[in-house]
């Protein structure tokens, strides 16, 4: 037995020798030529029948221990290699050798893979990428640098590439781990893929971490890129994979799964979508049932655009069963991009759905659409689903401070038409609109609607409509499948500058979805435009397969008696419109006009052409020929004794008479631009607001254009005295397509002017508002240099002239200016001028002829005693220096003035306060801001004003002279006063009764809110006591208060002043004219008794006065009263208890009042008085 056990043992340890023997042969033969080159050819036998054909370059390395590829080239098609400089692996020999890759390690030190293009600038499209089927293992895979190009997209870039797996056969689990890096930016993607959990249960786990999709690059040129993660749990039980896998898709699957996914986006790129381009965050639940039913828990989408809530259950068939979302939008403003109004404010809401049973309620809160504020809006849906359709009802309610809107309607979708709104009712306060309406895949509308608008204003601003709408409307339209016909009548119509007493307006349309055929008439009455008045104007409209007939009439008054009647088509082919008017005819300004023969014309995109065009007016005509292409422009003029009043159409301030005859054509294209026009003024006459004309002018113009410039020659002569002579040579930039003519800036230019005529004649054709210019003007010039730099030289003579302003009272005459042109500067050499009594101003300065400085000028000036300031409130004389200077954006004035002499007038009459009432707003208005007016011409103002004398204060009964310093300056475009006049001397009359001034001041501040302040006190002596009177407030409404030594109540001071009385011993009549005192002091505005009593008798003076120089009855009580009986001559009647008294006075000129009065105690005598208001 030992002996047995011995051989055994003898027998097992020589065959292990052997073995190991016979193995140590093998991998020596392995480690021979022959042998690495048998493993090589094996290598490429193996990867060709997986369908890749695989070229070793050199195999090294301790084989099949350790394996070394010096060079590898792999291709998966004729086009897609990849080649591999140095590759290091461990590959597994048994199965290799059963024609299997299993590789534990892979390590490539550099790789380039050039993806192919079949054809060149051709897009790569990875469908068209081929890779065979392949049948291999990595457990480790390690790419230290891989090159990726591709031609096509002129791409080339270099990533790393980690990754390795790990497979447990017993669990049938696994593990997998993947990065990718780009070789500068670092990491793009990782990826983290693996099963965990105990056997016979599976818990997948994935992670995956993508920089930017641009990873992809190579293969597809992505215009949208995106930095995301993404997280995916789903557990469940399982036999092995491939029974989990089979069950599931024949939904035999016993056990439920479930799922947690969650997708965080960081940042998203769309170009073409840039309102979504913004990070949202996504995380859901999921479980499929045994039976393929899925149920959501939980999805939850966060984002600025959208926060929502969702909870689903989904049948096998994924169909909903039931749904419950929340949803809320916190800002709308953020969907401007994409909706064509703007939006703002916020938005939430909740939808839910169950049994074919759909409901949902949306409401916002200070919703802003189109800057319309809607403080509150509600939207609810309720809707179950019958059959085949779906039938509900929605409400919607909406309170807006200007226009609140309800609406509310039945409605069904689904057969038999896609959409049903039944009993539709929309209505605000006083509008209303309502009917039914079907419509049927928008091929065809049925059903009708009633619009009652009988309050436009309500509507006015709200949306698109003009903010000054005003009228009303009813409208009714009938819908019948492919007809609609409506019919518009509205009364009192006003929107911006149009309006109209009455318009009727019906239309006809058939097939509206497919090939439109449109009847409409429109009738107006009374309609205003501007300065048009139509009395009547109709249009009749009619389109039918693309052609569009038109006929409008209308009569009425542009400035004079007008009318016309007007019919045509317009056709509408594949590119262009043409179009053909048959007759045209009428009257304006007392010419008739009509065509000639019919005149056609057409236009496209970039084409124009119009013939036949001939015009009747008056006893002349106009003819037009035109052509506009890509290729060239080209156009022709001819008038002949046309009038040239029409002109007068546009200018409201000038009328013009008269006759011009016009030849001129054009042509430009790409060879050539060239042209002439010429035109002869056979009679002009102008007229301003008076029958006799102003002007009378002949003359001629003659432009020519050719080798890109344009010559101008001009003659106007309207006396032998008054002539325009110009020529001009500009250098010009023509463009045949599209047209555009324009000076050449930097090309020579030349030119000579000679003007003699009036100043006036010049500036008739220029509203000057509240000012007129006058004088004679002569001008010898000759213009060189160019546009961007021009030169002047010559003399320039005004003499005879005359400035003045009728609102601010200026005025100077005799004025002289001499001016002489030198080079890029005119210097105004000498300037005088005089006003209407011993003022005088001289001045000089310059302008300067640089376009890109805006032609600066500077002018300074002397004034001495000049009455340059003559209005209500003001008047007065002014000496000193003054500088101006500016350019055509803005000016600045300075200097130091002295006043010789000045008025300041203090209003007669204070004005009443408005007292302040609570207002309660039924609808109120919406609070729009208004902006804010740019004044176009910045005016900057710093001037110094002193006065030592002769500065009166006059009015409501004060009289006095003042002294003081101001500075007058402009901020903001607001003027501002700055300084202090001091009192010298002067009374004030109250009542009859002379107060001496012991002291006064007048503040002027420059702060903002702050007006002139005015402080005054005089003094009256009486027999028993000292009245105190202080005038006090704002310069133009100050308030008078009475004081006394020794102190009395303000009514018997004023008992004391006005009747020389006790308060307890005036009459009745003198109690109201002390109580209407009393309150007229107290500055509260109360009704002026006798004012009313004056106004309800139709006279023009009304007082109650007292007789105190009578001696002989000084308490007697007088009334008066006066009345224009024609302008300028009062008759006043004084009645007394035992006297009376007639006075006429007559209004002389400049300020003298004549004044004759008889007295009844006289005996037939009277007496003749004159005063003079300054």
Excluded at 302 to 325: H, W
Excluded at 349 to 369: A, H, M, V
Excluded at 683 to 697: M, R
Aim: with cysteine.
């Amino acid at each position: 037995m030992a002996y047995i056990l011995s051989s055994v043992w003898r027998f097992f340890l020589i065959s292990l020798v052997i073995l190991f023997l016979l193995v140590s042969l093998c991998l020596l033969a392995l480690q021979t030529k022959r042998g690495k080159q048998f493993f090589k050819c094996q290598i490429e036998k193996v990867a060709k029948k997986q369908g890749l054909a695989v070229k070793i370059n050199s195999l090294e390395g301790n084989v099949p221990f350790q394996w070394k590829i010096d060079s590898l080239e792999v291709s998966f098609s004729k086009t897609n290699h990849v080649h591999i400089k140095k590759l290091d692996l461990s590959l597994s020999l048994w199965s290799l050798l059963q024609n299997k890759f299993i590789v534990n390690s892979c390590k490539i030190s550099s790789a380039t893979w050039q993806i192919p293009s079949e054809e060149k600038n051709l897009p790569f499209d990875i469908e068209n990428l081929e890779f065979p089927q392949l049948n291999f293992q990595i457990k480790s895979l390690q790419v230290k640098k891989l090159r990726i190009e591709n031609p096509s997209q002129h791409f080339a870039e270099e990533y790393k590439i980690r990754a390795w797996a790990k497979y447990r056969k017993k669990n049938d689990s696994y593990l997998v781990d993947l990065k990718v890096e780009e070789d500068k930016s670092g990491s793009l993607l990782e990826l983290h893929f693996g099963e965990k959990g105990p056997q016979n249960h599976f818990q997948l786990v994935s992670e995956l971490h993508l920089r930017s999709l641009q990873i992809l690059k190579p293969f597809y040129p992505l215009s949208w890129d995106s930095h995301f993660s993404l997280h995916v749990d789903i557990s469940g039980q399982k036999e092995t994979w491939n029974d989990l896998v089979q069950k599931v898709q024949n939904g035999k699957h016993p056990r439920p799964i479930h799922g947690k996914i969650e997708l965080d986006v960081h940042s998203l790129t769309l170009p073409d979508h840039p309102l979504f381009a913004k990070p949202f965050k996504i995380t859901t639940q999921i479980s499929v049932w045994p039976d393929r039913s899925v149920e959501i828990p939980v999805f939850h989408l966060q984002s600025s655009l959208l926060d929502t809530k969702v909870e689903a259950n989904l049948s096998n068939l994924l169909s909903p069963q039931k749904i419950t979302s929340t949803f809320k939008i916190p800002d709308l403003s953020l969907w401007d991009g994409p909706l064509p109004f703007a939006l703002s404010g916020k938005l939430e809401g909740n939808l839910s759905y169950q049994d074919q049973k759909l409901s949902g309620f949306i409401s916002s809160e200070n919703l802003e659409l189109e800057k319309q504020l809607f403080l509150k809006t509600e939207l609810s849906i309720e809707a179950a689903k019958e059959t085949d359709a779906w039938k509900g009802v929605f409400t919607l309610s909406s309170k807006n401070p200007q226009i609140p809107i309800t609406a509310s309607s039945s409605f069904t979708f689904g057969s038999p038409f896609p959409i049903h709104f039944e009993n539709l009712q929309i209505s605000s306060k006083i509008n209303s609109l309502q009917g039914d309406l079907q419509i049927d895949s928008m091929q065809s509308v049925q059903g009708s609607l009633a619009c009652n608008f009988p309050e436009l204003s309500e509507l006015a601003g709200v949306f698109y409509l003009p903010e000054n709408l005003e009228g009303g409307l009813r409208m009714q339209i009938q819908a019948d499948q492919a007809e609609i016909h409506s019919h518009l009548v509205a009364h009192e119509i006003f929107f911006d500058s149009i309006s109209s007493d009455s318009l009727d307006c019906e239309l006809f349309l058939r097939y509206p979805f497919s090939s439109p055929e449109l009847k409409a008439s429109i009738q107006m009455q009374d309609c205003i435009y501007k300065n048009i008045e139509l009395e009547t104007f109709s249009t009749q409209v009619q389109y039918k397969q693309d052609t569009l007939d038109y006929i409008s009439s209308g009569s009425g008054m542009w400035k004079e008696p007008c009318s016309f009647a007007l019919e045509g088509n317009l056709k509408k082919s594949l590119q262009t419109y043409e179009g053909k008017i048959e007759k045209l005819q009428g009257t304006l300004l007392q010419n008739s006009f009509s065509f000639a023969k019919p005149w056609t014309f057409s236009f496209g995109a970039d084409t124009f052409s119009t013939k036949d065009f001939l015009c009747n007016v008056g006893s002349g005509y106009l003819a037009l020929d035109a052509t506009m292409t890509r290729e060239e422009t080209a156009f022709m003029v001819e008038a002949k004794h046309m009038p040239i009043d029409y002109f007068s159409l546009f200018t409201p301030h000038l009328r013009a008479k008269g006759f011009f005859s016009l030849n001129s054509s054009f042509l430009a294209s790409e060879k050539d631009c060239s042209g002439h026009a010429q035109l002869l003024l056979e009679k002009a006459n102008l007229y301003q607001q008076k029958q006799t004309p102003i002007s009378e002018a002949k003359g001629s113009l003659h432009v020519s254009l050719e080798n890109r410039k344009m010559q101008v020659l001009s003659h106007i002569i309207a006396s032998p005295n008054q002539f325009f002579d110009l020529s001009l040579t500009i250098p010009m930039i023509c463009s045949y397509s599209p047209f555009k003519l324009e000076m050449d800036k930097d090309s020579p230019l030349a030119g000579k002017l000679e003007i003699t005529g009036n100043v006036e004649e010049i500036f008739d054709f220029i509203n000057l508002g509240s000012q007129r210019i006058a004088g004679e003007i002569g001008a010898n010039l000759l213009l060189f240099g160019s546009p961007s730099q021009p030169k002047l030289q010559g003399d320039i003579l005004v003499q005879k002239g005359s400035y003045e302003n009728y609102l601010g009272g200026s005025y100077v005459k005799d004025a002289y200016v001499r001016a002489r042109a030198q080079n890029t500067k005119v210097e105004v050499l000498s300037a005088r001028a005089t006003d209407e009594s011993d003022g005088t101003i001289t001045a000089g300065g310059e302008i300067f002829l640089e376009p890109s400085r805006k032609f600066p000028y500077s002018f300074t000036a002397d004034l001495r005693k000049l009455s340059a300031v003559k209005f209500d409130h003001f008047q007065g004389n002014f000496s000193g220096d003054l500088s101006i200077k500016g350019n055509l954006d803005e000016a600045s004035l300075s200097g130091n003035l002295f006043l010789p002499n000045a008025d300041i007038t203090i209003p007669d009459r204070l004005p009443y306060d408005v007292p302040d009432m609570p207002v309660t707003y039924v609808n109120m208005p919406t609070s729009s801001q208004v902006p804010s007016i740019h004044n176009s011409f910045p005016f900057h103002m710093q001037l110094h004003l002193r006065s030592d004398k002769k500065l009166f204060v006059i009015g409501r009964g004060l009289h006095s002279e003042w002294e003081g310093e101001l500075d007058v300056s402009t901020e903001n475009e607001e003027l501002r006063f700055n300084g202090s006049l001091d009192l010298l001397r002067g009374t004030f009359n109250f009542a009859g009764k002379t107060f001496s001034l012991s002291k006064g001041e007048i503040l002027f501040s420059d702060k903002n809110g702050q007006s002139a302040f005015i402080d005054l006190q005089g003094n009256l002596n009486l027999p028993d006591l000292t009245v105190i009177a202080v005038l006090r407030g704002s310069l133009l409404s100050p308030q008078l208060t009475f004081q006394s030594i020794p102190p009395l109540p303000t009514s018997s001071i004023l008992a004391k002043v006005l009747f020389n009385k006790d308060v307890s011993e005036i009459t009745p009549l003198q109690a109201i004219q002390l109580a209407q005192t009393i309150i007229t002091l107290s500055g509260t505005g109360g009704m002026d008794v006798l004012e009313t009593i004056r106004k309800s008798l139709g006279l023009d003076r009304f007082n109650i006065i007292s007789a105190e120089k009578n001696e002989k009855n000084p308490d007697e009580i007088f009334v008066e009263i006066g009345k224009y009986i024609v302008k300028g001559v009062m008759i006043t009647l004084t009645q007394g208890a035992t006297s009376s008294k007639v006075t006429v006075e007559v209004e002389l000129k400049n300020g003298f009042i004549l004044q004759g009065e008889t007295d009844q105690n006289q005996e037939g005598r009277f007496s003749l008085k004159w005063n003079y208001n300054y």
